[in-house]
Every structure is written in C-alpha cells, then in structure tokens.
C-alpha cells in the first residue's frame, strides 16, 4: 500500500464519527452486494476494497449478499466467479449471504405494507404505470387499483404468489406520494411476476422483490451500519429509508461514492456481455477486458489493483480516471517481484565468427536486480550462434544508436562484447544472418579489456533455445471514452488491442514458468504464463510495457 499518511476520506469521517457517539455500539458491519449476473469489473474492486477495507480498518466485518432477485439473468457460475474474485484480491467474508434468503421474510414485510395501507395490488401495464406517473415536472396520477380494500389487496397478492396469474398481469406497488420531486417515490414497484426457475429456490417462486425493495430490507435484516452503493442510488436513498422506517427494522444507513470511470475501456455488465456474446473477445477473462478475471489472466497482481483504489481515493463527485495510473501500479509492483528473462520476439541469427567452434558455456544471470541478493539466479546457455531481436541491428547506423551495428560494439547481457563485420541476406535484401566477432577478455562480472559500451542487448542461443507464443496485449480501444462517442461503442475497438507472435524464442530456463508467476523479459516488458498453456506449447500474454508506451492523440 501507499508508505506516506492520507487524510481520511468522508465515509471513513462518517464511520470514525459514528464509533466515537456509541452508535450501534461502536460496531462496523458493511456488505459487498452483486447481482450475479456477470463477471466482476475493476469498478466492482473499487468498491470490494472499500467495504472490506473499512471492516478492516475498524476491526468489523463485511457480508458477501448476492443480489439474486432476478433469475432470469442470474446464473451459478456467476456467483462462483464473484467469490474466486473476492479471494483472490485477498479479502474474507464474515457471511455468505444471498437476498433470496429473506424472500419469505420480505413477503411478510410486503404483506404488513399491504396491512397499513401502504401497498396495493396494481394491474396496470407497464406502460401505464410509467404514464401515471408523471414527469420531473409533472405530478403522477393514480389509478382506480390504488383504492382496493386491505382485504382486497392481501388475497391478490397470495394469488400472485401462488402462481394464479401470468407474468407482468399484476405487480404489487408501495402508496407512495405521487407528487414527489423524487420519482422513485411515486407509488414504486415492490414485487412483479416472473415464472422463472431461480438458481437457489428453484420453482417456489414465481413473485420476486423489486431491487429497491429487497436491498434495504436485507441490509436491515443483517443489521449493515454502513451500506455503501455508488452515486446513481442517491435518488434511491430516501426510499430505502421510508420502507426501514415503515417496517421499524434496524436503521441501517446508506452512503454513496462516486463510481469507478476507467478510460479507452467500457464498465458496463451489457455493453461488456455484447463484446463476450459478439465475439470480440475470448470470454469475460480475456486479458483486455477491465474484469478481475481478465487483469487477473493478463498478470495483474492483487497488490496492484489494491494500491490503484487506494490511490484513486473514495470521492463524492464523478471523474474519468487514466488507465495509466492503474499501468503505473503493476509496473511498480511486477518491478520488485517479477524474475527476469531473455525472450527474442523477432529473432535474427548472429554468428560469432572467433567463438570457439562447438564450444558451449553457461552463464549466470540474477532472478530479480532490484531485490538485494537478487533472489538468486538461473544459468544460462552460450554459444556462437544466437538469436537477437532484430530491431537491435542497424546495417549503417546513425551517430548515437547504441546497439549493434557493422563496425559498432555492444554488450550481450551477462555475456560479452561483440562487433557487428558483415550481413547475409535473402534475395529480396531481407539480412538473414548478421556475423560479428566478440572480445574474449570482456565477460560480464570478470571483464578486464578496458572496453566502455553504451548500448546492452538480450540473446537466446539458438542451440538451446524453446519456442513459445506470446501474446502481446493492448488496450481495447482507441478513444478516451467509447460509450460517448457516436454510433457503437464496438466501433471504436483497438483492431491491433492483440497482436500474436506465434515462433518467439525463450530462454530454457522459462519452461518452468507457472501461472501466476510474473516475468519480466528484459527490455520487452511484464509477462505471465496463459491458462491455456501446456509444457508442449508454452503461451505468455504481456501484461505491460516497462513504460508507457501511449501517446494520447
């Protein structure tokens, strides 16, 4: 986390103020509630490290709700993927808990509602509820329903739960002020009909609470001092209290944030489900999608994503963060645990004329130069014959390039000093082979020529060299803010957001890279070991360049 002292942010006052009054006994009990609809986003982190992190902070708790009020969208593997990611970014929950465990307690709310004159069975269409009730400057209207009987309304709606009508015939509606600024409040609906299978109910059934009504309710029900959603809840607010206070159940508060806006990328459940259901990736973890399993698949690290919501801070007021904070974050994290190896992605053959003929040697090289000791170190395979990145030769260089060319030297990581000679090349002018010969008194860690080079290139031997794929990742789109442009949104995806480099060579030691494991490939970036890799066919996807590449346009 971050070494230097932060002011505290106003939900962390308002939980300090709290505990200092007494108030709920000086305890702190928060919730992270998703629908389990879909995979987790980096927005969804925000808000994990928020909620855990005050629990933490104030020695409380924090429930896992699933917000399962909604079967027709929900699914088990979602509820699955939500967990593995909450673990993963290193919390635990106190109590795994699901909305749908309280339907039968929310029906008894709804049905003393109906008992206090404060509910009624509505048969209007949807269209004509949102006709009744008016605009921001109009007031709504109500209906001839509005006025059935108590008795009326409580045998309606043990009807509607005991399946006597079909979807969307009646909904059951709060008597709210039909007049309020605050549309929420007019007359909003608590339950509708649904006959659908639910993923933990099964097909007892077939009425299910509205969001509104379930959500303050529930965290009623777990006694949740702090109920943390983001800013487009505030016009929800004072419903979730008048239904608290109409039902007397514990008062449980609900506070807002603004909501995590991450440029060139989309935070949207829909918009990110049409690029997994259209194809424009491979699946909620693709590397390039802003969800857990996605950072988590492309190499970011839990420590990272936990500094970038620290850094980003918890503020009352919406604004567009730079993904580049969130790049900065794994870089400063992978450059202090990430073991360093060669990997050649666009090799070229350079022959050492003078090395000895059918001579090997091997060489040692550091695991990690920024960690004292360097965390020990691998040997490395030499010989004459190698593979170098063909961007690091120039046939006739310019003044002040420092890597090889004919008549210029440079360094071979952990190896010697060579001099570019001559080239061979193809019949279309393509160099196929560079030759050069090398200083035998200028090995690194024991280099006695006197000779001072600028320039170091990394090599893989070609005798010894493994083949892998290697994915090169890069952000999903071109524009700032893609749902804000004209047209779709899929227009403006990144056509180069993955570029595969199917032959690339690697240093033999990385056969015993592992998932989860980063490497840095020197001078080429941050890489991690794909899920679909197999010791016959190693893949690594890129997880970020060693430095900010992106020039804004």
């Given at each position: 986390?971050?070494?230097?002292?932060?002011s505290l942010?106003?939900i962390e006052?308002i939980?300090e103020?709290?505990?200092?009054?007494?108030?709920h006994?000086?305890r702190?009990?928060t919730?992270?509630p998703?629908?389990?609809?879909?995979?987790?986003?980096?927005?969804?982190?925000?808000s994990?490290?928020?909620?855990?992190?005050?629990?933490?902070?104030?020695?409380?708790?924090t429930?896992?709700r699933?917000?399962d009020?909604?079967?027709?969208k929900?699914?088990?593997?979602?509820?699955?993927s939500?967990k593995e990611d909450v673990k993963?970014l290193g919390f635990e929950?106190a109590n795994?808990?699901y909305?749908?465990d309280?339907?039968d307690?929310?029906?008894?709310?709804?049905?003393?509602?109906?008992k206090?004159g404060?509910?009624?069975v509505?048969d209007?269409?949807?269209?004509?509820?949102?006709?009744?009730?008016g605009?921001?400057?109009?007031?709504g209207?109500?209906?001839?329903?509005?006025?059935?009987?108590?008795?009326?309304?409580?045998a309606l709606?043990?009807d509607?739960?005991?399946?006597?009508?079909?979807d969307?015939?009646k909904?059951?509606?709060a008597?709210g002020d039909?007049?309020?600024p605050?549309?929420?409040?007019?007359?909003?609906l608590?339950?509708?009909?649904?006959h659908?299978?639910h993923?933990?109910?099964?097909d007892k059934w077939?009425?299910y609470?509205m969001?509104?009504?379930a959500?303050?309710?529930?965290?009623?029900i777990e006694?949740?001092?702090?109920s943390?959603c983001t800013?487009e809840?505030?016009?929800?607010?004072?419903?979730y209290?008048?239904?608290?206070?109409?039902?007397?159940?514990?008062?449980?508060k609900?506070?807002?944030f603004?909501?995590?806006?991450?440029?060139?990328?989309?935070?949207?459940?829909?918009k990110?489900?049409?690029?997994?259901?259209?194809?424009f990736v491979?699946?909620?973890?693709?590397?390039?999608?802003?969800?857990?399993?996605?950072l988590r698949r492309r190499?970011y690290?839990p420590a990272?994503?936990?500094?970038?919501?620290?850094?980003?801070?918890v503020?009352?007021?919406e604004?567009?963060i730079?993904?580049?904070?969130?790049?900065?974050?794994?870089?400063?994290?992978?450059n202090?645990t990430a073991?360093r190896?060669?990997?050649?992605?666009d090799?070229v053959?350079?022959?050492i004329d003078?090395?000895p003929?059918?001579?090997?040697?091997?060489?040692?090289g550091?695991n990690?130069p920024?960690?004292?000791?360097?965390?020990?170190?691998r040997d490395?395979p030499f010989?004459g014959?190698l593979?170098i990145?063909?961007?690091?030769f120039?046939?006739?260089p310019?003044k002040?390039?420092?890597?090889?060319?004919?008549?210029?030297?440079?360094?071979?990581?952990?190896?010697?000093?060579?001099?570019?000679?001559?080239?061979v090349k193809?019949?279309?002018?393509?160099?196929?082979?560079?030759?050069?010969?090398?200083?035998?008194?200028?090995?690194?860690?024991n280099?006695?020529?006197?000779?001072?080079v600028?320039g170091?290139?990394?090599?893989?031997?070609t005798?010894h060299a493994?083949?892998?794929?290697?994915r090169?990742?890069?952000?999903?789109?071109?524009?700032?803010?893609?749902?804000?442009e004209d047209?779709d949104?899929k227009?403006?995806?990144n056509p180069?957001?993955?570029?595969?480099?199917?032959?690339?060579?690697?240093e033999?030691?990385?056969l015993?890279?592992?998932?989860g494991?980063?490497?840095?490939?020197?001078?080429?970036?941050?890489?991690?070991?794909d899920?679909?890799?197999?010791p016959?066919?190693?893949?690594f996807n890129?997880?970020?360049t060693?430095?900010?590449?992106?020039?804004?346009k």
């Amino acid at each position: 986390m971050m070494s230097e002292e932060r002011s505290l942010n106003f939900i962390e006052e308002i939980v300090e103020e709290d505990i200092a009054a007494g108030k709920h006994g000086g305890r702190v009990l928060t919730r992270f509630p998703p629908e389990p609809n879909g995979y987790l986003h980096i927005g969804h982190a925000k808000s994990i490290c928020l909620n855990f992190g005050l629990a933490q902070k104030y020695n409380g708790q924090t429930n896992l709700r699933f917000d399962d009020t909604n079967p027709v969208k929900e699914d088990v593997e979602y509820v699955d993927s939500i967990k593995e990611d909450v673990k993963w970014l290193g919390f635990e929950w106190a109590n795994e808990l699901y909305a749908s465990d309280y339907f039968d307690k929310l029906y008894e709310f709804a049905v003393t509602l109906i008992k206090k004159g404060l509910a009624y069975v509505d048969d209007s269409t949807a269209e004509e509820i949102a006709a009744q009730k008016g605009t921001p400057t109009e007031p709504g209207k109500g209906n001839e329903y509005r006025n059935r009987s108590v008795e009326e309304n409580l045998a309606l709606f043990a009807d509607m739960k005991a399946g006597k009508f079909p979807d969307g015939a009646k909904v059951l509606r709060a008597k709210g002020d039909l007049a309020s600024p605050n549309m929420h409040l007019r007359d909003p609906l608590m339950y509708r009909i649904k006959h659908a299978h639910h993923h933990r109910t099964g097909d007892k059934w077939c009425i299910y609470p509205m969001y509104d009504f379930a959500h303050g309710q529930s965290d009623a029900i777990e006694e949740i001092t702090h109920s943390i959603c983001t800013l487009e809840f505030v016009p929800h607010r004072p419903l979730y209290e008048w239904f608290i206070e109409q039902l007397e159940l514990f008062p449980s508060k609900q506070y807002e944030f603004a909501r995590l806006n991450l440029n060139y990328t989309v935070m949207s459940k829909r918009k990110l489900l049409q690029l997994v259901t259209d194809g424009f990736v491979d699946g909620w973890d693709d590397p390039r999608m802003p969800t857990i399993s996605g950072l988590r698949r492309r190499g970011y690290t839990p420590a990272s994503i936990r500094e970038f919501c620290e850094r980003i801070g918890v503020a009352k007021r919406e604004n567009m963060i730079d993904v580049g904070l969130l790049e900065f974050c794994i870089r400063e994290d992978l450059n202090k645990t990430a073991w360093r190896r060669m990997a050649v992605l666009d090799p070229v053959k350079l022959i050492i004329d003078n090395y000895p003929e059918g001579q090997t040697e091997t060489l040692h090289g550091e695991n990690n130069p920024e960690v004292e000791g360097g965390e020990g170190g691998r040997d490395i395979p030499f010989s004459g014959e190698l593979w170098i990145e063909r961007e690091d030769f120039m046939e006739n260089p310019p003044k002040k390039y420092f890597r090889l060319g004919i008549g210029t030297m440079v360094r071979l990581k952990h190896a010697y000093i060579v001099k570019g000679e001559s080239v061979v090349k193809d019949a279309d002018g393509n160099i196929t082979e560079i030759h050069c010969t090398y200083i035998p008194e200028s090995k690194s860690g024991n280099d006695t020529s006197g000779i001072n080079v600028k320039g170091t290139i990394h090599w893989i031997s070609t005798e010894h060299a493994k083949e892998a794929e290697v994915r090169m990742y890069d952000r999903l789109f071109q524009v700032e803010d893609p749902s804000n442009e004209d047209g779709d949104f899929k227009d403006y995806i990144n056509p180069n957001s993955l570029q595969v480099i199917e032959k690339a060579f690697i240093e033999p030691d990385l056969l015993n890279a592992v998932e989860g494991k980063p490497v840095q490939f020197i001078r080429k970036g941050y890489f991690t070991v794909d899920k679909t890799s197999t010791p016959e066919k190693l893949v690594f996807n890129r997880t970020v360049t060693l430095k900010d590449g992106w020039v804004k346009k």
